[in-house]
C-alpha cells in the first residue's frame, strides 16, 4: 500500500509497486487544488483595505524618531513636525498672528479656526435670509372682514368681480362669500356675504342678515355643521354653493340664488351622497354647463351638469396631479379651480404637508392644465409663516384660497390660522397668476387710510389718521384734529396718568363728559378745586387745597326720611312735613331747626 506525504497527502508507491496513472491523476488533482487555494489567498490580500493598515507595516526609515517602527507611527510623526511647523511659523509672521483676530477683537487658535468660524456663520446667514425671504410675499395683515358671531374670524373665501357698476349686484363690485370659524368652532360656519368695491374693505350689504342659511336646531341636534363656500355667476345671477354634512355619514352641496344678492332664494340641494364627500367644491360654469372639482380620500375628483341639478351629474372621473422635481410628498385639502383670459386653468391646491408628523402643516400649491381634466407642475408658492412670530396672522397652517381678476391684475384671496387658533382671510396682488405677491392693504384705491386689524407700531412709529398727518396714534399719544377748527389729545404720562391735551400739547383740553362714574374716587396731581361723589359716605366731597370737604347737597323728604348715617354737623336737610330746613347739631346726633330748637 503506498504512504502519503505529510502535508498534501500525496501517493507514494513503494518499490514493489506497479505504476498505477490513477494515483499519478489524483496527485495531480490535489496539486491543482492546493495551487488554486494558494493563489486565491493572494488575490484577496492584494484587494484588501484592512490587510495593509499601516500600523501593521513596520517602518525602519529616517521619518520616524523610532526604529522598527510602523508606517502610521511615521506618518503620524511627519503630522506632528508639520503641525509645529507651521504654529511656529505662524506664531513668527505678524501678519498670520494679525489674521487670527476678527472684527470684534477675539482671537483664534489659528488662522483656520477664524476661517471655518465664520465660513460657518455665513452659511447659517445665507440660510436665514433664504428662509426670510421664502415668506417674503405672505399678506402682513388679515382684512377685516365682518362676522355675524362678532369675532371677525373667517375662512374659506370665494370671490367673484364685476368689471362695472352698471352689472354690479346691488351697486358692488366685489362679491365675496365665506364662513365664520372663530377659533375652529364650527357651530358658526355657515354660509355668509361680504361686499366691496376695492377689495380691502368689506361689509355686508345693506339690507342683508348673515348668515344667508344655518342648520336648524333638529339638523344641529342631529349632529350637521356647514362649511365650503364658493360663488358662482350664472347669466348675471349669484350662486353660493355650500357643504352641508353629518361626518362619515351624509355629504351634501346646497345652492342658493339671487339677483341682488340681499334676497337668496331657498337652499337647493345639488349633490347629495353616503359613499362620498364633496369637500371643498370649485365650480366654473362655461359653455352651458356647470364644472365641478371636489376633494374626496385625498383625491380631486371630476363631474360636470348642464343645469346643476340634483340628479343630472356625469360619474365622478379622477383628476391626476403631478408635482415638480424636488416638491414634498403631499395630501390635497381644499382647492379652487380659476380659468385665465387665455383659456388656461390653474388650480390652487391647498395641501398638507408632514403628514401625521409633529411637524405637520399646510401650504398653498399651483398647478397648471389645458382643460381642467389633469394638472401638471404643481408646486408650492405659498408657506405660512414662521411660528415664532407670534404676532404673525399666518403662522400655523394656510387654508382654501381663491383668485380673481380684476383687470390686468391677479388678487389671491387666502384663508390661515395662526398659532394662537385665530382665523383670517389675507391678499396677495400681482401682474400674472404666480405672481402674486403681498399688497399694502393701509390704504384703498383711493388712497384713503382704512381699517386695520392686528396693527402693531414700534417705538417711536406713527399711524397718521388723515392726509394732513395733523390727527395720528403713536406709542404714547392719541391725536385728533379738526382742520381749521381745534384739536385735542390723550397723552400717557410717566406717571401712569392719561393727560387730556389741546392742539398744541401744551394746554389742558376741556373734555366734555356725560354719566362720568369714578368706581374709587379721583387721584389728582393738583387737587385743589376738583370734587367727587364718595359713594362710602353718599355725598359729594371737594378738595380745598389740604382736605376733602363736604359739598353741602340739600335733601328733601319727610320726617320719617331723616338720613340717620353719614352725616356731619351742619349738614342742612328740608323737612317737608314742618315745612322749613333743619341743620345736623353739633354732636351729629339730632337736628336742630334755625333757632337751635331741638325738631
Known amino acids: 500500500?503506498?504512504?502519503?506525504?505529510?502535508?498534501?497527502?500525496?501517493?507514494?508507491?513503494?518499490?514493489?509497486?506497479?505504476?498505477?496513472?490513477?494515483?499519478?491523476?489524483?496527485?495531480?488533482?490535489?496539486?491543482?487544488?492546493?495551487?488554486?487555494?494558494?493563489?486565491?489567498?493572494?488575490?484577496?490580500?492584494?484587494?484588501?483595505?484592512?490587510?495593509?493598515?499601516?500600523?501593521?507595516?513596520?517602518?525602519?526609515?529616517?521619518?520616524?524618531?523610532?526604529?522598527?517602527?510602523?508606517?502610521?507611527?511615521?506618518?503620524?510623526?511627519?503630522?506632528?513636525?508639520?503641525?509645529?511647523?507651521?504654529?511656529?511659523?505662524?506664531?513668527?509672521?505678524?501678519?498670520?498672528?494679525?489674521?487670527?483676530?476678527?472684527?470684534?477683537?477675539?482671537?483664534?487658535?489659528?488662522?483656520?479656526?477664524?476661517?471655518?468660524?465664520?465660513?460657518?456663520?455665513?452659511?447659517?446667514?445665507?440660510?436665514?435670509?433664504?428662509?426670510?425671504?421664502?415668506?417674503?410675499?405672505?399678506?402682513?395683515?388679515?382684512?377685516?372682514?365682518?362676522?355675524?358671531?362678532?369675532?371677525?374670524?373667517?375662512?374659506?373665501?370665494?370671490?367673484?368681480?364685476?368689471?362695472?357698476?352698471?352689472?354690479a349686484p346691488s351697486g358692488y363690485k366685489y362679491w365675496m362669500a365665506h364662513t365664520p370659524y372663530p377659533n375652529s368652532d364650527d357651530d358658526y360656519e355657515n354660509p355668509c356675504i361680504a361686499v366691496s368695491n376695492d377689495g380691502i374693505q368689506w361689509s355686508v350689504p345693506n339690507g342683508l342678515t348673515n348668515p344667508i342659511d344655518q342648520p336648524t336646531a333638529q339638523e344641529i341636534s342631529d349632529g350637521y355643521h356647514m362649511s365650503d363656500t364658493h360663488l358662482v355667476v350664472v347669466n348675471g345671477v349669484l350662486e353660493c354653493w355650500y357643504r352641508f354634512n353629518k361626518n362619515g355619514v351624509v355629504d351634501k352641496i346646497f345652492r342658493k340664488t339671487s339677483i341682488d344678492g340681499i334676497s337668496w332664494s331657498a337652499r337647493e340641494v345639488v349633490l347629495d351622497a353616503t359613499d362620498k364627500v364633496f369637500l371643498s367644491p370649485a365650480i366654473l360654469f362655461e359653455n352651458g354647463k356647470y364644472r365641478l372639482w371636489y376633494m374626496n380620500g385625498y383625491n380631486i375628483y371630476y363631474i360636470e351638469s348642464q343645469t346643476g341639478q340634483l340628479g343630472t351629474w356625469t360619474n365622478p372621473v379622477l383628476v391626476p396631479i403631478s408635482y415638480r422635481t424636488g416638491e414634498p410628498s403631499v395630501r390635497p385639502w381644499h382647492l379652487d379651480v380659476f380659468k385665465d383670459t387665455d383659456g388656461k386653468y390653474y388650480l390652487i391646491l391647498n395641501a398638507i404637508t408632514n403628514f401625521g408628523l409633529p411637524n405637520r402643516t399646510q401650504v398653498l400649491m399651483f398647478g397648471k392644465s389645458n382643460d381642467g381634466m389633469s394638472f401638471n407642475d404643481t408646486y408650492t408658492f405659498l408657506y405660512p409663516t414662521p411660528k415664532d412670530s407670534v404676532t404673525n396672522w399666518d403662522n400655523n397652517e394656510l387654508y382654501r384660497a381663491s383668485m380673481v381678476r380684476v383687470g390686468s391684475m391677479y388678487r389671491l384671496y387666502y384663508s390661515a390660522i395662526s398659532s394662537r387658533n385665530t382665523w383670517g382671510i389675507g391678499l396677495l396682488e400681482g401682474d400674472s397668476v404666480e405672481n402674486v405677491n403681498r399688497v399694502d392693504i393701509t390704504k384703498n384705491s383711493n388712497g384713503d387710510t382704512i381699517n386695520l386689524k392686528n396693527l402693531i407700531l414700534k417705538q417711536?412709529?406713527?399711524?397718521?389718521?388723515?392726509?394732513?398727518?395733523?390727527?395720528?396714534?403713536?406709542?404714547?399719544?392719541?391725536?385728533?384734529?379738526?382742520?381749521?377748527?381745534?384739536?385735542?389729545?390723550?397723552?400717557?404720562?410717566?406717571?401712569?396718568?392719561l393727560k387730556v391735551i389741546s392742539d398744541s400739547g401744551d394746554l389742558p383740553a376741556i373734555l366734555e363728559i356725560k354719566g362720568l362714574s369714578f368706581q374709587e374716587g379721583i387721584v389728582l396731581s393738583n387737587k385743589e378745586g376738583y370734587f367727587y361723589y364718595n359713594r362710602t359716605k353718599k355725598r359729594y366731597e371737594y378738595y380745598n387745597g389740604s382736605a376733602w370737604k363736604s359739598l353741602q347737597m340739600i335733601e328733601k323728604d319727610i320726617t320719617n326720611n331723616r338720613p340717620t348715617t353719614g352725616t356731619e354737623t351742619g349738614q342742612m336737610f328740608f323737612d317737608a312735613t314742618l315745612n322749613k330746613p333743619i341743620w345736623r347739631n353739633k354732636t351729629n346726633d339730632g337736628w336742630v331747626d334755625a333757632t337751635g330748637a331741638t325738631v
Open 1 to 167: 500500500m503506498p504512504n502519503q506525504t505529510t502535508n498534501y497527502g500525496f501517493k507514494k508507491p513503494l518499490e514493489n509497486e506497479y505504476y498505477d496513472i490513477t494515483i499519478q491523476n489524483e496527485n495531480a488533482d490535489k496539486i491543482d487544488s492546493a495551487i488554486k487555494a494558494r493563489k486565491d489567498e493572494i488575490d484577496a490580500h492584494k484587494v484588501s483595505t484592512s490587510a495593509h493598515a499601516a500600523q501593521h507595516i513596520t517602518y525602519n526609515g529616517n521619518a520616524s524618531n523610532n526604529t522598527n517602527s510602523s508606517v502610521k507611527k511615521a506618518l503620524d510623526d511627519i503630522d506632528d513636525r508639520i503641525d509645529n511647523l507651521v504654529a511656529t511659523v505662524g506664531d513668527s509672521n505678524t501678519e498670520i498672528v494679525d489674521a487670527r483676530d476678527n472684527l470684534q477683537g477675539q482671537t483664534y487658535p489659528t488662522l483656520k479656526d477664524r476661517l471655518d468660524t465664520e465660513y460657518n456663520r455665513l452659511n447659517e446667514q445665507l440660510a436665514e435670509t433664504v428662509q426670510l425671504q421664502k415668506f417674503q410675499r405672505n399678506a402682513e395683515r388679515s382684512l377685516v372682514i365682518p362676522t355675524y358671531d362678532g369675532s371677525g374670524q373667517t375662512v374659506h373665501p370665494s370671490v367673484k368681480y364685476f368689471d362695472s357698476l352698471a352689472t
Open 460 to 497: 417711536g412709529q406713527q399711524l397718521n389718521l388723515d392726509e394732513g398727518l395733523r390727527s395720528y396714534l403713536k406709542n404714547d399719544r392719541l391725536k385728533l384734529v379738526k382742520p381749521g377748527v381745534a384739536g385735542a389729545g390723550l397723552l400717557v404720562l410717566d406717571n401712569n396718568t
